[in-house]
């Protein structure tokens, strides 16, 4: 039973010629401006946070001076291959041996002088048609000729080779351990759980050096008494002190805040007290060298019932000298989106005055999270982040008796209910169902002091078209019907500009509730029954047309009589030419 409440990306002038996105060059000849300009070419794709220079990143101009011995991928299109001969006479003869090479080589620096290379092809490249910003409803309405579903592209990890002394992008932190007789004694990694089938934490997995991750599993708990101080205790996270260089003597030191404190099990009360919860690390460094690491932790006590546990780890990694930019921010591309990072997600200022720019969420695009346990959570700040091109699926259980569901069901003011006036109607829906969010980024470096690099998601309950569909009780059947117990999102997305250079960006989506879950009381009257919720986003890939480039034909400096070439005729109609 669908419930008809669609937000629908709306298509307004103000992005609607928003083509190439900012960091590009046009290529297309006679483009009236670069911004209505659809074929583009990128460059310095790894620059990922704005204001700051980021690891490895040679084109970053924010590094300035600073060399690195490994440089990443600047996007650049692939260097060309040339086929050259030092026999000036024999041109026309390929030499399929000796001197081939690559352009922009050492090698081929040595033989500039004697290898002539003339380029005087009309093409200069082939370029994705950029298919503009179709409406979401119409695209995903039952009726529409929807794409072929999304093929999601892996990409491959950053080599962790490391080089000298120096810390490099990827590479694992040494950890260390400080006796009360100040030894010092290796321990390994600095650990950050990864998520693995079911969801379930991973310890085996290293944190790397310069890339942030936010990421949140669940804890399988078995026998809580031995697991309390074993899997919930946080300082087997905190570490005395952390490798500063790579291979080096030189230490930084590891500050835990005051909330970091060790899980004690209680048999009294039967309850892990402490438990760990929550986990951030930050740290600080100059490019090549970690100055500090702070650890901060929330925690929680647990009853010996708890059998589920849900914990978020995450690090971010702090320049110590971004304190002197004036803007830092970071990317989920530069400038298409990269698949996996976050999406990125906003909201509008508040004011009724017609907005220039966005408010930007810094974890990007979220949506509800499963909770504690799998019960659902009002709590803004635990939610799931919906990474770029990756389908997601979120659910959670509110337990609830045979009264409360009532009240639940009819009550238009209750503490796990949001709602929203439409003319003489309310419309209501669970709290951990709202997104919170207003825009989405066209491309992954969308600037939110910029609204025309962003999507503005309207919702049609303002508008006199819209009706609320009325919930009721049924109370011989124990049921509720007409509540929203689903939010589904889709989204469209495709890739522009080169071929050999694709950039990602979002084109469309759209956002419904409906009550597909029936929330029918089946226990005795005061026996708690969990009842689900769910949200789903979807992506589906746009395949583009490509078109190639080609320089304009030159223009006549002078005209000349029509029987110039007599006795040889030329049909300026282009149906024939003789000699």
Not at 92 to 115: F, G, M, W
Not at 188 to 202: A, E, K, Q
Not at 270 to 277: E, F, S, T, Y
Not at 413 to 430: N, S
Request: aromatic content about 8%; proline content about 7%.
């Amino acid at each position: 039973m669908l419930i008809l409440l669609f937000l629908v990306l709306a298509r307004a002038s103000s992005y609607d010629t928003f083509l190439m996105p900012p960091g590009c060059h046009c290529k297309r000849p006679g483009a009236i401006n670069d911004q209505e300009c659809n074929q583009f070419d990128c460059d310095c794709t790894c620059d990922l946070t704005a204001g700051v220079c980021d690891i490895n990143c040679c084109c970053d101009e924010e590094c300035g001076d600073h060399s690195f011995i490994e440089c990443l991928d600047s996007g650049s299109p692939p260097p060309t291959n040339i086929l050259c001969t030092e026999t000036l006479s024999r041109l026309e003869t390929a030499n399929l041996k000796y001197p081939y090479r690559v352009a922009n080589s050492p090698r081929d620096q040595l033989h500039n002088l004697i290898c002539i290379e003339q380029d005087n092809s009309a093409v200069k490249g082939v370029y994705l048609e950029d298919q503009g910003y179709p409406r979401a409803s119409q695209v995903f309405s039952p009726g529409s000729k929807l794409p072929k579903p999304a093929t999601f592209h892996s990409y491959a990890d950053t080599d962790n080779v490391s080089y000298g002394a120096y810390q490099q992008l990827g590479d694992s932190i040494a950890t260390y351990s400080m006796s009360d007789q100040g030894l010092i004694s290796s321990r390994g990694h600095l650990m950050l759980p990864s998520v693995g089938d079911g969801g379930y934490c991973i310890d085996a997995n290293a944190a790397r050096f310069g890339l942030n991750e936010d990421i949140s599993c669940l804890r399988n708990i078995e026998n809580l008494s031995t697991e309390c101080h074993n899997k919930f205790n946080v300082e087997r996270y905190a570490p005395s002190l952390v490798e500063s260089e790579k291979g080096s003597t030189l230490r930084a030191e590891v500050h835990p805040s005051n909330n970091v404190v060790p899980a004690v099990w209680d048999a009294n009360t039967l309850h892990c007290k402490n438990a760990l919860k929550s986990l951030t690390y930050t740290v600080v460094y100059n490019r090549t060298k970690i100055l500090d690491v702070l650890v901060e932790a929330e925690s929680v006590d647990i009853g010996i019932e708890t059998t589920e546990l849900r914990q978020n780890f995450a690090i971010n990694f702090v320049q110590a000298d971004e304190e002197d930019s004036l803007e830092r921010r970071q990317r989920s591309g530069n400038p298409g989106y990269i698949v996996g990072l976050p999406t990125l997600g906003a909201t509008s200022p508040d004011t009724n005055e017609t907005i220039s720019h966005v408010i930007p969420q810094e974890a990007g695009f979220m949506v509800m999270d499963t909770g504690i346990g799998g019960q659902c959570s009002n709590s803004p700040t635990k939610r799931s982040i919906v990474g770029f091109a990756k389908d997601l699926f979120v659910g959670c259980t509110q337990p609830m008796t045979r009264q409360e569901l009532k009240e639940f069901c009819t009550s238009n003011q209750h503490p796990l209910l949001l709602e929203q006036k439409i003319g003489e109607d309310t419309f209501v829906y669970p709290k951990w169902l709202e997104t919170n969010q207003d825009y989405l980024g066209i491309f992954g470096n969308a600037d939110p002091l910029d609204v025309n690099q962003w999507i503005k998601i309207e919702s049609p309950m303002n508008e006199p078209v819209f009706a609320v569909k009325s919930r009721s009780w049924l109370d011989s059947e124990n049921k509720c019907v007409g509540m929203p117990t689903k939010l589904r999102i889709e989204i469209l997305w495709t890739h522009v500009g080169n071929v050999e250079n694709p950039q990602a960006k979002i084109l469309s989506a759209k956002q419904s509730y409906d009550d597909g879950h029936i929330l029918h009381h089946k226990l005795m009257p005061n026996e708690k029954q969990p009842y689900p919720f769910t949200t789903s986003v979807a992506w589906t890939y746009a395949t583009p047309k490509s078109n190639i480039v080609k320089s304009p034909p030159p223009t006549l400096i002078f005209s000349v009589p029509h029987d110039v070439f007599y006795p040889f005729l030329m049909n300026s109609r282009m149906d024939g030419s003789y000699f």
